[in-house]
Nanobody, 117 residues
Framework: QVQLEESGGGWVQPGGSLRLSCAAS????????MGWYRQAPGRERELVAH???????YYVQSVKGRFTISRDNAKNTVYLQMNSLKPEDTAVYYC???????????WGQGTQVTVSS
């Protein structure tokens, strides 16, 4: 059973930065897609960014130019560098890993990010 463990969340002032890490118990090369989602209070969980096995990336419009997703295959870890944070970025951030065939999805427990002054 694959386990994903997020870390790096916390409180930061607007304009600040945080780096989230997602450590996988297995080889992340086995995942077709890894990504970060977030869920703010009273809202649905939404995609933040994806990184595909070939290295290409996708970002939701609201974080483009501020967030960067990356992966370190040797450490079985995916990162989300978040810069120029805004109060609206406040949410629980979840790591996600997908295998396309057979369709399998894994989730971490989440890490809280709070942006406020």
């Amino acid at each position: 059973q694959v386990q994903l463990e997020e870390s790096g969340g916390g409180w930061v002032q607007p304009g600040g930065s945080l780096r989230l890490s997602c450590a996988a118990s297995g080889n992340i090369r086995s995942f077709n897609i890894m990504g970060w989602y977030r869920q703010a209070p009273g809202r649905e969980r939404e995609l933040v960014a994806h990184i595909f096995s070939g290295g290409s990336t996708y970002y939701v419009q609201s974080v483009k130019g501020r967030f960067t997703i990356s992966r370190d295959n040797a450490k079985n870890t995916v990162y989300l560098q978040m810069n120029s944070l805004k109060p609206e970025d406040t949410a629980v951030y979840y790591c996600n890993a997908d295998i396309l065939i057979p369709a399998t999805q894994y989730w971490g427990q989440g890490t809280q990010v709070t942006v406020s002054s």
